[in-house]
């Protein structure tokens, strides 16, 4: 359950933070080791977010499972990699715009 959402969005993390540390870090690595601990850590929060198939954008929801600094680090990535997103990979960027309409599930409501 949940398989193909989590699996997309494990696409489009890894997709944006290439696009990110290719430019910032240049390294001749896919990634560096710092960009490659944060894709590892947001692929944790994927694999454990309660969501799943449901899963709703990140920046809407309200159990916010990411610690402050590396919400931080998220979210600077995609604000930089976002907007390249389109030309390289429409169909993800694509689904991720959609994504960004999704309601919060009600799982998050009782902790409001
Ligand atoms: S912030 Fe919310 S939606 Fe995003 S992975 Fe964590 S629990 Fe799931
Ligand atoms: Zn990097």
New binding site residues.
Partial sequence: MGKHRIKREKQTISAMMAIYCRDHHRTDKALCETCDQLLDYAHR??DT???QEK????NH?T????SKDMRLRVQDVMRYAGPKMLFRHPILSLYHLLDKTREVPELSKPRK
């Fill in positions: 929060r994927l977010c309660p969501f899963k709703p954008a990140c929801c159990v916010h499972c990411y």
